[in-house]
């Protein structure tokens, strides 16, 4: 399966943020997404997700036979920075409804324990209200609600950058566990996070992605590289 | 002082320049026509620094029309009397309010959104800032009141020389309040803030002075039929000219200016956070930690049962309490018409002719924008994120329960309304159409659903909320208001309830009819966060 970037722009008013995107995603690897301030990164994230109208451009799957279908919605997961969970719900309850309204579409249903466990979230904290949940904690039930689903494409908008360390490592472990079967698309400030995490890195830059080939260089070169490249954008 | 005064001018300029041709571009249509390039037009920063010196100018005669006409000039009509002649009265008025200005209201450290522009951040002179921008207040406040003083004064019969001496009285109250604030500030160590529980700081002795003074400008004549002996009241306004001038040789040497504005800079972004939250906070606050909670229910009816159980007392402790007022009201209403027969007519042709009204009320007794507005900060704002919550047939489903909903909370009052109406018609006298009993029954719960439609509709087909929880659609904001007056212009109405009540019915099932059928269509792309 790859997921596919088709001629995407988006500019608001004159500044043209997204610049005719190209880009093919595969399946089973984590992408690193790269930008300064203000690259354009969450507007890409938002037109993906739909959240945000594109100017121009589509999105799509292509599957192993070839054949192409456009992207739906209800398979692109998008876990943002600052978690958002219905406060009024309690994380088990929240995960009841979301199992009872995605009932056909979610093969293999567990108990909500199960998943709790999954993401070590300790029992006397799973009858809690969501409101009284730490920002950690509800950054966990965004990613419970995305394990579930299973969706195709999965976006994480800087999800780690607030966590405390310990949480953070289990997230990552999380993904890592996660990737196979579906396309991770990972957006970051943090270089070591990127390059810790992710299997390729891919710049956004001047509007448009590129992908920053490895080749043969360590660790160090690698990063060097990547800064060389994101510093030419400043220069632009 | 002058090159102080033109930059901290241009400086405002600037910013209500910007931010009128930002409301102009925030409009629906005129977006996608005028361009970002337009903050750098000549031609129409021209333009609209034009209409802002426009504004500036109506601003300065409009407040003191306002202050003179109905403060000072309106009252001689009800308080006049033969102890004291119009022009006496007109003094008097006309000093104790000054002096109440001038104690509550000095407007020297007048901090607003230029201050901390021009201070706060481009580091201006404080000093200068301040005396120059009180120049420049004193000097609309002379230029303002000069006609009005004369117009009202004139037709008071106040002498011609003392009306042109009025304005320049009234600058110096403040100054001299302004410096006395200042020695105050220096000498003992008060403050304008009473938060710090000291019952003899500043503010609260004022208050209570400006309260008396108040009381005895309206109360005095009004009472006792006493107005200050005009001499007094001309000599001690016009002895307010020199204390200014005394007043003003404080305010030029102070040097404190730059603590006291940083100060309040802070205060008012703290106020400004505070506000933020405090919505969200009051809405998160609603939420009950009731663990007994639970729901039978499954899917949706499952999500909104919980919603309902944790908001009832956000959604159903008002609506209880309108219900116990509006029963107390009906049954007022009985107990007069019982005692005082008399009664009984007015309240029948009320009834038969004043139900207009009841479209008022009912707008201010109906549950649609808080209703919403929690629908939004707890539930939407964060479910809008997952998308199996975006799927049309998940949007419409959850439409279908929430108008269920709104509809009880809103009908719970509007039934009692109507039947209290129709029992009130019955013991007032009745009619001799036995359907106007029909008609007054049913039109409160009609406008119910209407405003229960109405409200969710609107939140459904724009979504108003940004992902920050504030309301930013013009369209929204438009629509609100329009609903607003739209329900003020009826209440002034008066007419035949049957026609009157009639013509609600049809148009509210109607409006009901075309709002579903507008966000079964639209709301599957409507009923989305913003982010742009």
Not at chain 2, 141 to 148: D, E, Q, Y
Request: glycine share 6%; charged share 20%.
């Amino acid at each position: 399966m790859q997921f596919v970037i088709s001629h995407l722009a988006k500019k608001f008013d004159e500044k043209e943020v997204l610049r005719d995107i190209d880009f093919t995603f595969e399946e089973g690897r984590i992408y690193g997404l790269l930008g300064r301030n203000g690259a354009g990164k969450t507007t890409l994230f938002n037109c993906l997700n739909r959240d945000l109208k594109q100017d121009s451009g589509s999105c799509f799957f292509t599957d192993d036979s070839g054949q192409q279908h456009p992207a739906d919605t209800g398979e692109i997961g998008y876990v943002l920075s600052t978690p958002t969970v219905p406060e009024f719900l309690t994380g088990r309850e929240f995960l009841k409804f979301f199992l009872d309204i995605n009932a056909d579409s979610i093969p293999h249903p567990q108990p909500p324990d199960a998943y709790f466990d999954c993401v070590s979230i300790a029992p006397e904290d799973r009858d809690k209200l969501l409101r009284d949940y730490s920002h950690g904690m509800k950054n966990k039930m965004q990613m419970i609600v995305n394990i579930i689903a299973e969706p195709k494409l999965l976006l994480l908008d800087e999800p780690l950058t607030s966590l405390d360390v310990v949480v953070a490592e289990e997230m990552k472990q999380l993904l890592r566990s996660q990737k196979t079967g579906k396309i991770t698309i990972f957006s970051t400030h943090i270089l070591d996070l990127a390059l810790d995490l992710c299997d390729e890195i891919v710049l956004l830059n001047h509007g448009v992605l590129e992908p920053v080939e490895k080749s043969n260089l360590d660790s160090q070169a690698f990063r060097e590289k990547i800064i060389a490249a994101l510093r030419e954008d400043a220069h632009a | 002082m002058l090159k102080t005064l033109k930059q901290t001018f241009m400086l405002r300029c600037t910013m209500h320049t910007n931010m009128l041709i930002h409301a102009v571009r925030s409009l629906p249509v005129l977006r996608k026509v005028l361009h970002n390039d337009l903050y750098a037009a000549d031609g129409f920063k021209t333009l609209a620094f034009i209409l802002v010196l426009i504004w500036e100018a109506f601003t300065t005669f409009s407040v003191r029309l306002i202050y003179m006409g109905g403060l000072v000039a309106l009252p001689l009509i009800p308080l006049q009397s033969d102890w004291y002649t119009n022009s006496q009265l007109f003094m008097h008025i006309l000093l104790l309010l000054t002096i109440v200005g001038g104690m509550t209201n000095s407007k020297l450290i007048n901090v607003n959104r230029t201050t901390e522009y021009a201070v706060g951040m481009l580091r201006m002179d404080a000093q200068r800032y301040t005396v120059a921008n009180y120049m420049y207040y004193l000097f609309r406040l002379v230029i303002g009141f000069l006609p009005f003083t004369l117009i009202f004064g004139l037709i008071a019969h106040v002498p011609l020389w003392l009306c042109l001496l009025l304005p320049f009285t009234t600058a110096g109250c403040k100054v001299f309040c302004a410096a006395l604030s200042l020695t105050c500030r220096e000498r003992f160590g008060m403050t304008d803030d009473n938060r710090k529980g000291n019952i003899l700081s500043k503010s609260v002795i004022v208050y209570v002075v400006a309260a008396i003074l108040l009381g005895a400008a309206y109360l005095l004549p009004l009472g006792e039929e006493y107005a200050l002996p005009m001499p007094v009241s001309a000599g001690i306004l016009l002895a307010m000219i020199p204390a200014g001038l005394l007043g003003w040789k404080k305010i030029v040497n102070y040097t404190g200016y730059k603590e006291l504005t940083l100060q309040k800079i802070r205060k008012n972004y703290d106020q400004l956070d505070r506000n933020k939250q405090v919505q969200k906070t009051v809405q998160r606050a609603g939420i009950s930690a009731d663990t007994a909670i639970t729901s039978r229910r499954r899917g949706f009816e499952y999500l909104n049962e919980l919603f309902i159980k944790r908001h009832r007392k956000t959604l159903w402790q008002m609506t209880e309490v309108i219900l116990i007022g509006a029963a107390c009201v009906i049954v007022l209403c009985i107990i007069l018409m019982l005692r005082i027969p008399k009664t009984r007519a007015p309240i029948n042709e009320w009834i038969m002719r004043g139900l207009p009204v009841l479209t008022f009320v009912m707008y201010f007794l109906n549950r649609g924008l808080s209703f919403t507005q929690a629908l939004f900060i707890n539930c939407d704002h964060a479910m809008l994120t997952y998308p199996f919550y975006k799927q049309p047939k998940a949007i419409l489903r959850l439409f279908r329960i929430r108008l269920r909903e709104i509809m009880k909370i809103n009908a719970a009052p509007g039934t009692l309304i109507g039947c209290g109406l129709a029992l009130l018609l019955a013991i007032s006298g009745g009619t001799d159409n036995p359907w106007n009993y029909a008609v007054v029954l049913v039109s409160p719960i009609a406008i119910s659903m209407f405003f229960s439609v109405h409200y969710l509709t609107i939140y459904y087909l724009l979504q108003p909320y940004t992902a920050g929880s504030e309301i930013k659609s013009p369209l929204y904001r438009f629509i609100t208001a329009a609903t607003y007056y739209c329900c003020y212009l009826l209440m002034q109405q008066k007419l035949p309830t049957f026609a009157f009540g009639l013509t609600c019915i049809a148009f509210c099932v109607i409006y009901c009819i075309v709002a579903c059928i507008l966000v079964y269509k639209f709301a599957a792309r409507t009923f989305r966060i913003h982010r742009e």
